[in-house]
């Protein structure tokens, strides 16, 4: 924790990961085997060329770098940031077995930071076929899936709740790793298509769903996940219990909250990618001891391996086998303290892990002054059924190859088909689920001759 500045907190908010040089992007480059049949592009959930922009760095040819990756992914300077690159396309990289891997990530980001910073506009939209659709959702899916579609000459408007478009890429992940104007380049680029943007809209309350089903051609539902629920103990709505999805929000916004968090003490609840996130954000806020607690244990925690290092490294404390049991505030509403309970795993439950069960006798309170609760995300059930379509408990049900929904003008894709229980889906595969939903229509028409 000894790099955290109390002096200036909003400085602690600024991107950890240092850019490459252009000596060492070069250099990195050219250590590349540029291999035939390359195992790092099987290992990209949108088959990024990685030998072929990497080559064209080695070579110079920054733009061209850029429109490789980001064809094949719209959202591929955010990917560079935040994919699990350890487990896709590095994890393949055939010199693992002799030196070390490429650092495919970071020479992506060299490639798309150059693309950002020298204002480039990659793409131009394709030629009017007369065909509309509409987009719910303007996060890494939607967004994909509407580059592409303005790239096959269709009119396409997203509708997005936020102030902004981006989605998790904009608001949900830590500055620290990625700051907004990434997000906010990669929205613009499709904008450029000529894709109308309706922020600060909300389908069923500012305009319905069958006003949209009537007005388009199609409709992909790209909505994400909904709020954190609640953890049903008593005491979460006192002051200084958040939401963590709110609480990364606030801290994109200007780096800080309006409670002080300098030398308090913080407990998040869960432990997936957003419970490390507000972890390490409240680490950055100034907290004294920030602990993760976890009803499981490390061997079933969703959070990627590198997160989990990072937040070590921040020296955020994990408790396993815990879940809280209630939280204490004093007379003033505020939240003093939270009594824990210990766990031990049971039996197997549906989806392979454990149950944890509680150990009678075991409570014992942790004196707090803040808590972050990150247990997963609620769903959108009420919007998937205004547009009636049958879905799992939230989990829209979708034909698996071109994912289209039991509607078959509507298409699906991102967190919204995302299984339960399988921890975050990642902005990768929401990409590609995008742009497979987007080919799904086109070849809709192109099979009864409606386009070319
Ligand atoms: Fe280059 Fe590694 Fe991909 Fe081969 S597997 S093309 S060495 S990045």
Partial sequence: MQRISLSNLENNFLEVEKPLTNQEAIEESNRCLYCYDAPCIKACPTGIDIPTFIKKIASGNFLGSAKTIMASNPVGASCARVCPTEELCEGAC?????????????????????????????????????????????????????????????DVTIFEAAEKAGGLNTFGIVSFRLPQEISFWEVEQVEKLNVKIRTNTVVGRDISADKITEDFDNVVLAVGMAHVPNLGVEGENLDGVYDAIEFVKATKNNGLLSQDFVGKRVVVIGAGNTAIDGATCSVRLGAENVKILYRRTEEEMTAYDFEYEFAKQDGVEFRWLTTPKRIIGDESGRVTG???????????????????????????????????????????????????????????????????????????????????????????????????????????????????
Avoid at 369 to 398: M, Y
Avoid at 404 to 427: H, L
Avoid at 435 to 449: F, N, P, T
């Fill in 338 to 452: 939270i009594e824990c309970i210990k766990m031990k795993l049971g039996e197997p439950e549906k989806d392979g892990r454990r149950k944890p069960v509680a150990v009678e006798g075991s409570e014992y309170v942790i004196p707090v002054d803040a808590v972050v609760k990150a247990i997963g995300q609620t769903r959108h059930l009420e919007l998937i059924e205004a547009f009636g379509l049958h879905h799992d408990g939230g989990v829209v049900k979708v034909d698996q190859a071109s994912l289209q929904t039991s509607n078959p003008n509507i298409y699906a894709c991102g967190d919204v088909v995302f299984g339960k229980g399988k921890g975050d889906a990642m902005v990768v595969t929401a990409a590609q689920q995008g742009k497979d939903a987007a080919y799904a229509i086109h070849k809709q028409y192109l099979a009864v001759g409606v386009v070319n």
């Fill in 94 to 154: 055939v010199l693992n077995h002799s030196t070390k891997p490429i650092m495919i990530g970071t020479l992506q980001r060299y490639a798309t930071d150059w693309a950002i910073k020298n204002e480039q506009s990659l793409f131009q939209p394709g030629v009017s076929n007369g065909k509309t659709v509409a987009v719910i959702g303007g996060g890494p899916a939607g967004l994909s899936a509407a580059r592409e579609l303005a790239r096959l000459g269709y």
